[in-house]
T-cell receptor, first 116, second 116 residues
């Protein structure tokens, strides 16, 4: 099976712009979670989508939003970029099914966003 | 609140040495899951192991072994006969008992450097 893919891998934006990141989960996985990784804050959970609905949300401002399509692909959007949004954004996919013994999150390679 | 602590920020060993990475967690849930991930310089988080709170059996996989002790809220990871390819940042993570994908709480990571 192909793994989790993320595009683009690298992105450079300026303050005030907005950005959209894309994530394609492993085939058959219905849950996609997004994480932000920075040197200062480490790995932090942004949100999770399952069957096109946001099921969990972390403590990030409303500038961070996401959506999931019927084919389970997900996009994350950050509006009005700030310098502090520079980070590695990782998405992970899992089956998302309650009680599934194999419900582990598998991560993509990440998108490295630099805000100038 | 849930929390994961990896007190060792950096560890440096010489090839063939054994090394143990410590992980201490806090949770009020009676059912929860613990994970270890490896992050090589490429950035992708690679899944290593998943344990649930009801299974305290230690696990061995090749040169890797894990010691889960609920009494001390620890889930330590040992690499036997370390190799240069083991150099990476290792993360311990905790999730809620429903484990429907979703939110992983990560420790700050331990950077392991294995020198030839």
């Amino acid at each position: 099976k192909a793994g989790v893919t993320q595009t683009p891998r690298y992105l450079i934006k300026t303050r005030g712009q907005q950005v959209t990141l894309s994530c394609s989960p492993i085939s058959g996985h219905r849950s996609v979670s997004w994480y932000q990784q920075t040197p200062g804050q480490g790995l932090q959970f942004l949100f999770e989508y399952f069957s096109e609905t946001q099921r969990n949300k972390g403590n990030f401002p409303g500038r961070f939003s996401g959506r999931q399509f019927s084919n389970s692909r997900s996009e994350m959007n950050v509006s009005t970029l700030e310098l502090g949004d520079s980070a590695l954004y990782l998405c992970a996919s899992s089956t998302g099914l309650a009680g599934a013994s194999t419900d582990t999150q598998y991560f993509g390679p990440g998108t490295r966003l630099t805000v100038l | 609140a849930q929390k994961v602590t990896q007190a060792q920020t950096e560890i440096s060993v010489v090839e063939k040495e054994d090394v143990t990475l410590d992980c201490v967690y806090e949770t009020r849930d009676t059912t929860y899951y613990l994970f270890w991930y490896k992050q090589p310089p490429s950035g992708e988080l690679v899944f290593l192991i998943r344990r649930n709170s009801f299974d305290e059996q230690n696990e061995i996989s090749g040169r890797y072994s894990w010691n889960f002790q609920k009494s001390t809220s620890s889930f330590n990871f040992t690499i036997t006969a370390s190799q240069v390819v083991d150099s990476a940042v290792y993360f311990c993570a905790l999730s809620k008992g429903n484990n429907q994908g979703g939110k992983l709480i990560f420790g700050q990571g331990t950077e392991l450097s294995v020198k030839p």
